[in-house]
Every structure is written in structure tokens, then in C-alpha cells.
């Protein structure tokens, strides 16, 4: 299925998300640095 939609690098739930909601796929990387930030914003 990520083969389909050119997901590659992204895990399911993201691919999961793209097929139900047409939500934009993210890379886990991306998804890090975001939690990341959000997370340091937070907590400091």
C-alpha cells in the first residue's frame, strides 16, 4: 500500500491517515522534529 501512494519512510498510521482523511503523509523525521518542538516549548 505505501507503494501506492508513494509513501515510502512513512509508517502506517500516516498511510492509514492518507487513505481515510487525505491527510498529507510525513516522514518520521519530520514528525520528530515536530514533536520535538512542540515538546521543548512545553517543557522549558
Not at 501512494?5 to 512513512?10: E, F, K, L, Q, V
Amino acid at each position: 500500500m505505501k507503494d501506492l501512494i508513494d509513501a515510502r519512510g512513512r509508517d502506517i498510521y500516516d498511510v492509514l491517515a492518507y487513505v481515510a482523511f487525505c491527510i498529507e503523509t510525513q516522514t518520521r523525521w519530520d514528525r520528530v522534529k515536530h514533536a520535538n518542538t512542540e515538546i521543548n516549548a512545553i517543557y522549558r
